[in-house]
């Protein structure tokens, strides 16, 4: 019913950049929130970046001051500009988004598959 399809994702140097995107389809009310994730090797998935309905944002620590989310609310597309790329970055990223499908349902959160980013020299 919600399709999340992620892009963007390769290989790429350390220090260098890369931007991802995530687009919705389906049935859509509204998008309360978008976000992404990511999942390296042998670790757990942990959070990257959120936006919400109200434009607040959440950084994890680590990429504070390298990536940015930004949002296409027209499009319902949620974009990650990753500059300054370490290794440590290198992981599958997945794009979350929290929505509603008509005006008296709550949200519910969808996943997209994941777009994978590699950063190595």
């Known amino acids: 019913q919600v399709q999340l399809v992620e892009s963007g994702g390769g290989l790429v140097q350390p220090g260098g950049s890369l931007r991802l995107s995530c687009a919705a389809s389906?049935?859509?009310?509204?998008?309360?929130?978008m976000g992404w994730y990511r999942q390296a090797p042998g670790k757990q998935r942990e959070l990257v970046a959120t936006?919400?309905?109200?434009?607040?944002?959440t950084y994890v620590n680590s990429v504070v001051g390298r990536f940015t989310i930004s949002r296409d609310s027209a499009k319902k597309t949620v974009y990650l500009q990753m500059t300054n790329l370490k290794p440590e970055d290198t992981a599958v990223y997945y794009c979350k988004m929290n929505v509603g499908v008509s005006p008296s349902s709550s949200g519910k959160d969808y996943w997209g598959k994941g777009t994978l980013v590699t950063v190595s020299s």
């Open positions: 936006i919400t309905r109200t434009s607040s944002i």
């Open positions: 389906g049935s859509i009310f509204d998008i309360y929130l």
